[in-house]
């Protein structure tokens, strides 16, 4: 069942998107999303987890706004404390290199320049459809 309550509002949700944002890399040169993409936390999973979706965002322009460079992936998870998973994901994501910020509950800031691109990294949990979800959103400052 989609958040939109149908299978083809999701399509034609995501075909829109497409149209606003651009249709992904298609070939075009996204030197940020590119960094992003190779910092271990884009692609990492964690115990207990299952990654339910992923959305990678160029960087660009939308009716002449900046829209910055962003990978937001969400996974469903059971067996496991909310906090202790965000807790072991915050030090992986230390392990790798992201300076910790602001820590709250249920949440891990941190900040790391990849590949030239100075980043944000944000882990938390929060409802999605009613069951709890682990989000980590990974953006381009610049």
């Not at 034609?12 to 999303?33: I, N, T």
């Not at 992936?73 to 994901?89: C, W």
Request: include cysteine; hydrophobic fraction near 45%; glycine fraction near 10%.
């Amino acid at each position: 069942m989609s958040f939109l309550g149908g299978t083809r509002k999701p399509l034609l949700l995501g075909l829109a998107m497409a149209a606003l944002f651009g249709l992904g890399s298609c070939g075009a040169d996204h030197p940020k999303l590119d960094a992003l993409e190779a910092d271990p936390m884009a692609s990492v999973t964690f115990a207990h987890t299952d990654l339910a979706e992923e959305i990678e965002t160029p960087e660009g322009t939308t009716l002449g706004k900046p829209v910055h460079a962003a990978i937001t992936r969400r996974f469903t998870f059971s067996g496991v404390e909310p906090q202790k998973l965000v807790d072991a994901a915050g030090a992986l994501a230390v392990h790798h290199g992201w300076a910790a910020g602001t820590t709250r509950p249920r949440a891990f800031e941190a900040s790391k320049t990849v590949g030239g691109v100075t980043a944000d990294l944000l882990i938390t949990v929060a409802p999605f459809e009613g069951e709890p979800a682990l989000f980590v959103y990974i953006t381009a400052r610049n």
